[in-house]
């Protein structure tokens, strides 16, 4: 098991830049890691996604480009990198954790409780 903690989030410019952090409790060696983003009254996404070593990753089409995953699992954190952001990038960001591979489909086991990015135009 393994408890996830984000940060990073706040607030931002439209243009401009922030780096999401994902910090484990554990080891996150044995799991694909993943960042999602709820807007008010809209679903939850998954927007990117990166293997367990790093070497795949993969993103939403409207975040390629600009956002970045990557991971270190001798640091058990996973970052987002987000450029060029958009006021249609306002949303909870979460990271979240499952076993398996990324390149098969699988439901996403353990959360983070999510920090808040605001975009102003």
């Known amino acids: 098991q393994v408890q996830l903690v984000e940060s990073g989030g706040g607030l931002v410019q439209a243009g401009g830049s922030l780096r999401l952090s994902c910090a484990a409790s554990g080891r996150i060696t044995m799991y694909v890691m993943g960042w999602f983003r709820q807007a008010p009254g809209k679903e939850r996404e998954l927007i990117a996604a990166?293997?367990?070593?790093?070497?795949?990753?993969t993103y939403a089409d409207y975040v390629k480009g600009r956002f970045t995953i990557s991971r270190d699992n001798a640091k058990n954190t996973v970052w987002l990198q987000m450029n060029s952001l958009k006021s249609e990038d306002t949303a909870v960001y979460s990271c979240?954790?499952?076993?398996?591979?990324?390149?098969?489909?699988?439901?996403?086991?353990?959360w983070g409780q999510g920090t808040q990015v605001t975009v102003s135009s």
């Open positions: 990166i293997s367990l070593s790093g070497g795949t990753t």
């Open positions: 979240a954790a499952r076993r398996g591979n990324i390149r098969a489909p699988g439901s996403y086991d353990y």
